[in-house]
T-cell receptor, first 114, second 111 residues
C-alpha cells in the first residue's frame, strides 16, 4: 500500500510555462485534495474532488485546473506559470468527510517559477 | 470564515521536558480537529484526530484535547525527545466546509 504518491518531487518552471503535477492514491478513497503551502503559512486548499468526474474549487483556485477521470488519479494543471505559484504542493485523500475521516498526505512537490 | 491560529510559532526545549502546543479556531461548529506532524521537506503525517463529540485523544506520549466552546485544542507531548523535532499543524473541518489549517508550531528538542 503506497498511500498517496506525487510526482515530480521538484520542478523549476519559467514564467508562462505549463506543467501537470501528478497525484495517485491506492486506498480507494473517494475524496482527494490539492493544497499549497507557502513558507511559514498553513496549507491552503486549491481544488478538491468528491469522486471520479466531480471537482470543485477551494480557497485559492485561480491559475490552476484539475480533472478526476479515475478514483486513483487527481492531476493538477498549471497553464501559465507565474512567480506567485512558487510553493510546495501537497495532494491528500480521505475515505469520506466528517467526524472520523482522516486525511492522508503525499510527500509534496516543490515548485519554483522564475 | 474559519480562522485557525497556533501559538507559539516556534519552541525550543531541552530533551525530557513536557510541552504544550496550542491551536485556536474561531468557528466552533466543527466536525473534527486533526493534529499533524511535518518533517522538513516532507508531507504531513496524521498524529491524532478528535471528533467533535470527544474531549481528548491519546497516542503514546501524545495527548490532544478539544474544547469546542472556547475554540481551543492543545497537543501535549510528554518526555520530549530529539526525534520529536518537527513542525506541528492543526486543522479543523467545519460542517459542509473543507479543512482549514493553522500556520504550525516549529518544535526543536535539544539533546
Amino acid at each position: 500500500n503506497a498511500g498517496v504518491t506525487q510526482t515530480p518531487k521538484f520542478r523549476i518552471l519559467k514564467i508562462g510555462q505549463s506543467m501537470t503535477l501528478q497525484c495517485t492514491q491506492d486506498m480507494n478513497h473517494n475524496y482527494m485534495y490539492w493544497y499549497r503551502q507557502d513558507p511559514g503559512m498553513g496549507l491552503k486548499l486549491i481544488y478538491y474532488s468528491v469522486g471520479a468526474g466531480i471537482t470543485d474549487k477551494g480557497e485559492v483556485p485561480n491559475g490552476y485546473n484539475v480533472s478526476r477521470s479515475t478514483t486513483e488519479d487527481f492531476p493538477l494543471r498549471l497553464e501559465l506559470a507565474a512567480p506567485s505559484q512558487t510553493s510546495v504542493y501537497f495532494c491528500a485523500s480521505s475515505l469520506g468527510r466528517g467526524s472520523s475521516y482522516e486525511q492522508y498526505f503525499g510527500p509534496g512537490t516543490r515548485l519554483t517559477v522564475t | 470564515k474559519q480562522e485557525v491560529t497556533q501559538i507559539p510559532a516556534a519552541l525550543s526545549v531541552p530533551e525530557g521536558e513536557n510541552l504544550v502546543l496550542n491551536c485556536s479556531f474561531t468557528d466552533s461548529a466543527i466536525y473534527n480537529l486533526q493534529w499533524f506532524r511535518q518533517d522538513p521537506g516532507k508531507g504531513l503525517t496524521s498524529l491524532l484526530l478528535i471528533q467533535s463529540s470527544q474531549r481528548e485523544q491519546t497516542s503514546g506520549r501524545l495527548n490532544a484535547s478539544l474544547d469546542k466552546s472556547s475554540g481551543r485544542s492543545t497537543l501535549y507531548i510528554a518526555a520530549s525527545q530529539p526525534g520529536d523535532s518537527a513542525t506541528y499543524l492543526c486543522a479543523v473541518e467545519n460542517y459542509g466546509q473543507n479543512f482549514v489549517f493553522g500556520p504550525g508550531t516549529r518544535l526543536s528538542v535539544l539533546p
